[in-house]
């Protein structure tokens, strides 16, 4: 497989399940990225890994649990959510250097529907 | 704060050309991107500037005034699969990519 994987593509859950969001990236990248893309709204960064470890966290609720493994895997434990965080959960990975930055790079996305 | 301003809705007819702008105030600076996103699918990198300028690739082109604080995406002989929205996104100096909201073009024939 080439390129950042995620699943599964869809997922519908509960208010209080516990599920997780997966996501591989086969490019040799050092930096992963979740992402949130909701209705009418620009992509909402939630969390950033740089060399596993978490360099940012933006205000996101606890609810939401990143875990970065090591530097091709990411992760996202969902627990006890609400009906306004469905949405579609993108992942991105980028290489960052002193000398040379790449762009970021989208996975296919995880559509997240609470009921 | 960060802030990155883009048009909803543009719509252009099939052989056109259209150029969709975007403006931004971000902490720092450090390249901007344009992506196309079609509905439903992950977006996909389309060009990158971070000197000011015109960059060409094929039928898209973009530019930069970074003085200005300002882009463009220039997008000649438009095609009916050009329908997608295209997203303007910063990297700042915590090399994090900040995106607008989207500018989604209708291609009509």
């Known amino acids: 497989e080439t390129g950042v994987t995620q699943t599964p593509r869809h997922l519908v859950m509960g208010m209080t399940n516990k599920k997780s969001l997966k996501c591989e990236q086969h490019l040799g990248h050092n930096a992963m990225y979740w992402y949130k893309q909701s209705a009418k709204k620009p992509l909402e960064l939630m969390f950033v890994y740089s060399l596993e470890e978490r360099v940012e966290n933006n205000s996101v609720p606890s609810r939401f649990s990143p875990e970065c493994p090591n530097s091709s895997h990411l992760f996202l434990h969902l627990h006890t959510l609400q009906p306004e965080d469905s949405a579609l959960y993108l992942c991105?990975?980028?290489?960052?250097?002193?000398?040379?930055?790449?762009?970021?790079?989208f996975g296919q996305g995880t559509r997240l529907t609470v009921v | 704060g960060q802030n990155i301003d883009q048009p909803t809705e543009m719509t252009a007819t099939e052989g056109a050309i259209v150029q969709i702008n975007c403006t931004y105030q971000?902490?720092?600076?450090?390249?901007l991107f344009w992506y196309q996103q079609h509905a439903g699918e992950a977006p996909t990198f389309l060009s990158y500037?971070?000197?000011?300028g015109l960059e060409e690739k094929g039928r898209f082109s973009s530019f930069l005034s970074r003085s200005k604080g300002y882009s463009y995406l220039l997008l000649k002989e438009l095609q009916m699969k050009d329908s997608a929205s295209y997203l303007c996104?910063?990297?700042?100096?915590?090399?994090?990519?900040?995106f607008g909201p989207g500018t989604r073009l209708s291609v009509l024939p």
């Open positions: 996104a910063v990297r700042n100096y915590g090399q994090n990519f900040v």
């Open positions: 500037n971070v000197l000011d």
């Open positions: 991105a990975s980028s290489q960052e250097g002193q000398f040379f930055d790449t762009e970021a790079f």
């Open positions: 971000t902490s720092g600076f450090n390249g």
